[in-house]
């Protein structure tokens, strides 16, 4: 009867999850809050309705798997290169400045650490996560007041697409340096012949998945073999490269992004990711979070977190943008705009806890600065706009 108990499990999960997600979407959060914390409350925390198992843990990495994977097929390949130096030197700052903050952060509370020392890594993982930057509720709000095109608008969306590269680039590099057997000079060579191979062969594949979809376009069959490829550069880049699966999969994606039927290879992943998938990787994140040990200290360490979390994406994207020509007003909307976090920390910090580079403790605060960002962005962009009457 124990393997037919993984039926309740997924059962629990999803009624549960999406109840969570309905109701904080009401409530004008994102809808992944709500499923971590329906995670926490069936977890083991609260109500232990679920436990954490293998196979459930296993489910949760093939949902952050499509997730990235849905992240690089939405990546707009041309907007990326036409926006030039501008964007990239924000995004440059807006992943720079949080992860020596980060960094400094957790040395403040723990004490400094030398170099090659688990709390050394352990520092900067906190600085990696700090990195990631999610604006969909930034784009949203544009949305709403018409500034998604202008300059400020565009700009945040380009440096936005730019800092997660850049992001996952870093969370591959700190990966690679945490294994004993890696030295850094492995770590720079595996990294490098990794992101070459994919150039090489995902030039390749795209030539190939382009001319299968002119013969079939918009046929199930495209899909099918995406998922499969991006299954296979998730494997590939973990066990050849020693690189995280997410990296294989997001580059999976970007390879299939400029294609037609891009997205409509997203929407047929979307249903397998919102429908299951999803759910129990957001779930998980509140099942794996452990509130019995969190102390003084930590609830002390999560108000540490945000607040730096936010005013380092501010200041390293707000004095680049001054440095790039911007008007002062529109240096802090563009700050502001790159400070939310969303799915891409999450995914951050589950890959550090499954490396050994974070405790479930720790998700507490990526939690609370999900939620205090996601509210706080749109609030603030408004009334960053409402007072600047020379706002495009």
């Not at 629990?12 to 995670?39: D, M, N, T």
């Not at 994977?69 to 924000?90: N, R, Y």
């Not at 990966?175 to 990794?194: Q, R, Y």
Request: proline share 3%; net charge positive; aromatic share 10%.
């Amino acid at each position: 009867m124990e393997v037919y108990s993984v039926f309740k499990d997924l059962a629990i999960i999803i009624v549960f999850a999406k109840f969570f997600g309905v109701l904080a979407r009401k409530c004008k959060a994102p809808q992944v809050v709500g499923e971590i914390i329906a995670g926490l409350l069936i977890g083991p925390s609260v109500l232990g309705f679920v436990q954490q198992t293998d196979f459930l843990t296993e489910m949760a990495e093939i949902g952050v798997v499509l997730l990235m994977f849905s992240a690089g097929l939405e990546t707009d390949l041309k907007e990326l290169m036409k926006t030039g130096p501008v964007a990239f030197l924000i995004a440059c700052a807006g992943v720079f400045v949080p992860l020596v903050g980060g960094t400094l952060l957790y040395m403040g509370f723990y004490g400094a650490a030398p170099w090659g020392s688990e709390k050394f890594f352990s520092a900067v993982f906190i600085g990696v996560i700090m990195t990631a930057t999610s604006v969909s509720i930034t784009v949203q709000s544009l949305k709403e007041m018409g500034k998604l095109k202008g300059k400020v608008g565009t700009t945040i969306l380009s440096a936005a697409i730019i800092d997660d590269v850049i992001g996952i680039i870093v969370l591959t590099f700190v990966i690679g340096f945490k294994s004993p057997d890696n030295n850094p000079g492995k770590v720079v060579l595996n990294t490098a012949l990794f992101f070459v191979l994919a150039i090489i062969v995902g030039f390749i594949l795209y030539k190939l998945f382009k001319r299968l979809d002119d013969r079939y376009p918009h046929t199930r069959r495209i899909p099918i073999i995406s998922l499969a490829l991006c299954f296979a550069f998730a494997y590939i880049a973990e066990t050849y490269f020693g690189i995280a699966d997410i990296t294989g999969a997001y580059v999976a994606g970007i390879v299939l992004c400029s294609m037609r039927d891009s997205s409509y290879i997203d929407e047929k992943m979307e249903i397998s990711s919102y429908m299951i998938f999803g759910p129990v990787f957001f779930a998980s994140i509140g099942l794996k979070t452990n509130i019995d040990n969190i102390d003084g200290t930590i609830l002390l360490f999560s108000l540490g977190f945000v607040l730096v979390a936010l005013l380092c994406k501010i200041i390293g994207c707000g004095l680049m943008a001054k440095l790039c020509r911007f008007r002062a007003p529109d240096c802090l909307k563009i700050g502001v705009g790159m400070m939310t976090r969303g799915e891409v920390a999450l995914i951050v910090a589950q890959k550090g806890l499954s490396v050994g580079l974070l405790t479930p403790v720790y998700f507490t605060s990526v939690i609370l600065l999900i939620i205090v960002s996601s509210i706080s962005t749109p609030i603030i962009l408004k009334i960053l706009y409402a007072k600047d009457h020379h706002a495009d």
